[in-house]
């Protein structure tokens, strides 16, 4: 079993920025890649970055240039520094931990409510 643990959300103005961290424990051995997804009211989950063991990402398009996320291995945390924070960009962002591919399953956080004000 592996616990997530979430931080950083808040209430931020257009613009501005916030870092939000994911410190994981217990079963830590078995997680491969991990990521911020985000759901808004109404919407389906999505993605927003992810990273490898490795340290390769991956992010969506609406973020690219604006979210950096990061990984702590000795720490077992994931961050996600966002700048340039949009209205839209107001959700619920969960951590991800997912197993190796050939025997994948997905842990995730609580959630951290984010919200950019216009």
């Known amino acids: 079993q592996v616990q997530l643990v979430e931080s950083g959300g808040g209430l931020v103005r257009a613009g501005g920025s916030l870092r939000l961290s994911c410190a994981a424990s217990g079963s830590i051995f078995s997680i491969d890649a991990m990521g911020w997804y985000r759901q808004a009211p109404g919407k389906q989950r999505e993605l927003v970055a992810g990273i490898t063991s490795g340290g390769n990402t991956n992010y969506a398009d609406s973020v690219k240039g604006r979210f950096t996320i990061s990984r702590d291995n000795a720490k077992n945390t994931v961050y996600l520094q966002m700048n340039s924070l949009k209205p839209e960009d107001t959700a619920v962002y969960y951590c991800?931990?997912?197993?190796?591919?050939?025997?994948?399953?997905?842990?995730w956080g609580q959630g951290t409510q984010v919200t950019v004000s216009s």
């Open positions: 991800n931990a997912r197993t190796p591919e050939y025997a994948p399953y997905d842990y």
